[in-house]
């Protein structure tokens, strides 16, 4: 049994009783590295980029095997499940994500070559996100900075997101508000993630 492409519920169902056939059969929970390694790698890249993706990405599914006996269904599904420890992990790199995010920041105001910054943003963190947004992304405290990323680049859901993060559902709002109140002033008004406005399902 592999996790399933089509419908999230038989996905979720399929991962879970993965991660359960795990805990007597170790070799099992290759179905669920194999699943999401690509995704889990690709926003740990976004974070901290690329020169630690892979073995942060590697970490997390090491945390996982190791925790799968304390993992809990109705919780979370094993998608979300794995963006927690990345998150988690990320955090031990959070220097260089702010620090990638703010070099990002100067660059933009420095040279405003969009040509210049297209080239650095695949070796610094946060790709896809440029200049001034960059910035503003960095000043942001940690959980706040942690939540806005979980939505705008792994899509999560709010309830995903409180899940993942181990935190009320209700910060998860708080958060995302604060972090729009803030991305608005540095920005001068605008918010380029208007997408979060709404995005809980």
């Keep these: 049994m592999t996790a399933a492409i089509g419908d999230p519920a ?3 169902a399929n991962d879970a009783a993965v991660i359960r056939e795990s805990r007597d059969v170790p070799e099992r929970f290759g179905a669920i590295f194999d699943a999401y390694f690509a995704e889990i790698r690709a926003y740990v890249e976004r974070r901290i980029g690329p020169e630690n993706a892979s073995d942060v990405a590697a970490e997390t599914f090491l945390a996982a095997f190791r925790k799968r006996d304390r993992y809990e269904p109705a919780r979370a599904s094993v998608h979300t499940w794995l963006y927690g420890f990345a998150t988690k992990l990320v955090g031990k790199h959070r220097r ?6 703010r070099a990002m920041d100067r660059i933009a105001g420095d040279f405003g070559s969009e040509e210049l910054e297209e080239r650095i943003a695949g070796r610094i963190a946060a790709e896809g996100l440029r200049g001034r947004l960059a910035g503003a992304l960095a000043g942001l405290s940690a959980g706040d900075r942690d939540v806005v990323l979980l939505v705008a680049l792994a899509e999560l859901s709010h309830e995903e ?3 993942a993060l181990d935190i009320p559902y209700g910060t998860v709002g708080s958060r995302l508000n604060r972090a729009r109140r803030k991305l608005r002033e540095v920005l001068g008004g605008t918010n ?3 997408d979060l406005e709404e995005h809980d399902g």
């Design 96 to 101: 260089s994500e702010v620090r990638a995010l």
């Design 161 to 163: 997101v409180a899940a």
């Design 192 to 194: 380029p993630l208007l």
């Design 10 to 12: 038989m996905r979720a």
